[in-house]
């Protein structure tokens, strides 16, 4: 899938209000079945316990607004669905200017952007506006002024919904792409994780054999997640071997790893590895900096192997969380160049054995061709990855492993893997 | 206890004529349970084995001094002890100045200081004096000139005496402060140890519960905790979780850690930990630069896990081992600051167990008001310490470990600890 | 051995005509034979199965030029067997210009060198000759001109031969001492291994006591070392505890060590700890940078603890591999230098244990007479390493270990290891 195809399917998301309930989810993953017809939308129910937690009511809105004394909608829903507080409850009061303010939240440091907030957990209602459009609101009003608020949302039993895909391979060992389907209309931290993950879903169709099974969440951030793990838990413990959380995938500044709790898991190694050789101006954040749905994937006693994969990091650009995240923020090369990344990832993990030379000594590789048959002064050199990797082709280091100790990328080793094995010279251990 | 407090226990022990053995140990530890009654001293017989060691014949000294032909006394045990070569025998001799400089102990590189020079395991008699002093002494010095050298000194089979003092806590685990009491009048290198000790007593006895027990031990140096150990090495060896021998902790200057033998038990843990985040301009010895007891608690086949705690590291200050290191080398601010971070360690200690969270993923602090209600952008700082707490207390690290991982002091945690202890969310492993 | 003696060797052998099979390698062992008559020649008859390898047909050379058409022999195999393409087949015919040239070898980064060009398991022949030689070869040449080209050699069944010399010792561990005899005449990259070979075996011979017993190999390079593997592998695997291939060690610059697979195993810790102590600008190359037989010894399922020893590592210096790497290249010096190294590690080898101190505690130096009977200021630190190598003599410790651990070279801390011994303080784990 091109870099174009995937912003256009960003683009026809980013209008919906989604939350982490409601018809915004429902209207996202209908879009997105457009594209695989064979996604599954499940659902869970209002008050499901998932561990520690409980799925919420689920949040439905129609419209919000402000009116002033003269009718006029200074704040509207409708232009801007980051207007209205998230999962915020109905209203449609007449309030003075204090009483409003009490209910108004901005971003002071980026006068011009609508902030994004929510309130997911206490019932409350409110409206985001830019800090201009509050400083306006305050000068132009008099002390008689009324102002009507008004959200028509709901918050009623329902349930949580999110969208599933399995693409079996020949083993039941699962890579999962994890990415949320939860933020309102904002393009890199919202729209960018679903529309990579379309792409990846054509991907790895499109791959002759599968070595793992590859499964796709769209789903909720955190309670999604966390409902999901309550559910399936020993099921993906089992087995998952790499989570990659997608997120922040659409722009076009440099790559973002963020760590597994201690780093170490086959997902750290394979994202590090490709970054590493071939993007070295990425970023590197500890678990420290964790923030979207990773942290719950690598929760103590949960354990699973994840990392999240961004271009900016989340938190770490002016745009996040705020209407200024809109479609130009994103491109299609931002999403081509995502999109190289987890394809190599997925090529990595799918060579990634732990090989072994069948011969005792390095073979003789003259009499197959594979080196050339006049002795001279620095003729190795060129050679010198084939041979590297049957010298750490001794059964211990899987393929990653080996690209770390000879300096060369598994997208370079791997089609010598290839020549040795059509010669009958290495085996899978 | 007071910085001050500790200054003046300092100050009266000074001037006591100490050695390894003797009357001035005697007299130190019965100042010392003037503090603590419940401090016990015991003794160990002059020949007792203690390992390839044996306990030495007690010295006791009652005056010595060198008088001119004029029956002036140019040096004078009682004008300052350190006049004397410690276990110096008797002796009451007229030599010429040739003879009586075979007997004359200087340091030529500070002229004014008289140095401390013993000889305890091999009998012989001498003067300390300054270089100044023996350059005068030689200048005025006429060749029919006759001195008359005196030690009132008896080495007799005797004991070698020690206090001891144990604050039970709720196990059997036990903390050993270890500090010794074997110089003549210095001050930093000598008298601050047991005065920051009886410091830590009186704090250790404040705790309202102690999971440790705490040993404290004033010990002549070397052959001391040799015999010590000889003693009681399956009880330590069996209950002794950290040792921190106390020594040089009353000057003014940056703080400093003389690490274990490899540099990884419990002690080197803690104090590192703190020293690390509290006084980042601390020294770090390793074990190479040993040179008090630690060196004996570290022996193979001993192994106990000790590290040395000093403020300027013994032999690294000008003043070390001579007059010189008087009591106004030290004050009551360098006793105030070594003890800050001795109950660091020590609360460090009480708090350092492998925590484990009770709910599968992150609980939802929120519901237990330990979140906010509200989410907006970059509102999750402020609470990182407690979710990383919560990220790396999976019952594999223990409280300092978490320190290292998530970069933040112990001292910051404990609350942290506390919250969710109060909401069962926590458990000890 | 004097460095001028072991120089004296290498120019004995350094005029025959060599290659992996054939009566050159006959010569050369002939030689090595009378500086000692105990190294036994063996062979392997060509088409003997070696792993993946087959030992190829032996050749021999008795002549080779290239005539101009007034029968002027414008390149001569006697006067430089460089001259020749190793391993050419025979050949006796006429051709024009365009026609030689492509038998014609030459290394145009270096115009007046003769390159080193072999073909060992591909029949063809060839002549190398100095880029200027090409040049004015071809300026001179009339379209008319007939070249005759003459190699005078056989391909036939026959044997691969190199030289072995086992001296016992007290065990049966044993340390390989590997070095090749199969190039022609060049100094640094094959003449300067046997003859450090001879002085090393010399210096064996003189030792009082051998813990180890040590195997010196003169065997062609890669087919001799797999032959060899393949009839001795078992014993190998189970015997030997370090090898250390020789290979261009006779010329002037710094060390140079190329370590092993993982570049752990004893050998590489040994030649490592020698050369960071006493010749700390030596050159350190990974296994990456591996070439002579160090890469056979190593390779996976072999897994034999060897590393190679250099001056100038070959393949590094300009003169290699041409015959610029002549008698001139290497020196007495470079020799005497490289004979220190090998014997300083055969030393440290030697006293290579896990030693442990036979006191609890330090024992008591002082009545032993191993330490000062007077304490005064600094006084310690004459005798830190025995005092160090007491306190790391805990039995899990090996010697090099104890030196990277105290700082302090192992011919250093050996004198001490003996004090220890001659006091009954220390045993061998």
Redesign the interface.
């Known amino acids: 899938m091109t870099g174009q195809e995937m912003y256009d399917i960003a683009d026809r998301i980013f209008p919906i209000c989604r939350s982490i309930t409601g018809q915004g989810v429902r209207d996202t993953l209908a879009i997105l079945q457009e594209y695989d017809k064979d996604i599954e939308i499940h659902e869970f129910p209002t008050g499901m316990q ?4 409980n799925v919420p009511k689920e949040w439905n809105i129609e419209d919000a607004y402000i009116e002033d004394s003269n009718g006029n909608k200074i704040i509207d829903f409708k232009k801007n669905n980051l207007h209205v507080l ?1 999962y915020s409850s109905p209203v449609d009061e007449y309030v003075n200017l204090d009483e409003l303010l009490t209910h108004v ?1 901005t ?1 002071p440091g980026q006068p011009d952007a609508i ?8 019932e ?1 209602y409110g409206f985001c506006m830019t800090e201009n459009q509050k400083n306006e609101l305050i000068k132009n009003s008099k002390p008689e002024d009324k102002y009507h608020m008004v959200v028509k949302s709901s918050l009623t039993n329902g349930v949580l919904n999110y969208g599933e895909l399995v693409i079996p391979g020949e083993t039941d060992d699962e890579i999962l792409f994890s990415t949320y389907t939860c933020h309102p209309s904002m393009a890199n931290n919202e729209c960018s994780g679903p529309a990579l993950a379309m792409g990846l879903i054509n991907y790895v169709r499109s791959l002759e054999k599968r070595r793992y099974t590859y499964r796709f969440l769209l789903i909720p951030e955190s309670i999604g997640s ?1 409902s999901y ?2 559910k399936n ?1 020993e099921h993906m413990q089992k087995h998952i071997k790499a989570i990659f959380v997608l997120s922040c995938v659409g722009d076009n500044n440099d790559y973002s790893i963020i760590h597994s ?1 201690y780093g170490k898991t086959l997902a750290d190694r394979v994202l590090t590895n490709v970054l590493k050789y071939h993007y070295p101006e990425y970023s590197d954040y500890s ?2 900096e ?2 979207s749905d990773e ?2 994937y ?6 699973l192997p994840a990392v999240a994969f961004c271009r900016s990091k989340y ?1 770490e650009f002016r745009e ?3 209407s200024e995240d809109n479609m130009d923020y994103i491109s299609p090369e931002g999403f081509d160049g995502a999109f190289q990344v987890m394809t190599q990832v997925i090529n990595a993990l799918e060579h990634n054995y732990n090989y ?2 069948k ?6 590789l ?2 197959r061709g594979l080196f050339p ?6 003729m ?1 050199n060129p050679l ?1 990855t084939l041979r ?1 990797l ?6 211990t280091n899987d393929l990653i492993e080996i690209s770390e100790i ?2 060369v990328p598994v997208s370079e080793i791997i089609p010598n893997v290839q020549k040795l094995m059509d010669n009958d010279l290495l085996e899978i251990v």
Chains 1, 2, 3 share one sequence.
């Open positions: 998932a561990f520690d937690w998230g939240y971003e902030p994004y907030v929510t309130s997911y957990y206490k409350r966390i793990m309550s838990l709790r678990y420290l964790r923030g942290k719950h690598n929760a103590p006693g949960v354990d938190g996040y969380h705020t072994k030379i011969t005792l000594c390095e073979p003789q003259g009499k048959d006049l002795s001279r002064k620095g190795y010198m590297n049957i010298a750490y082709a001794d059964g000879i300096g």
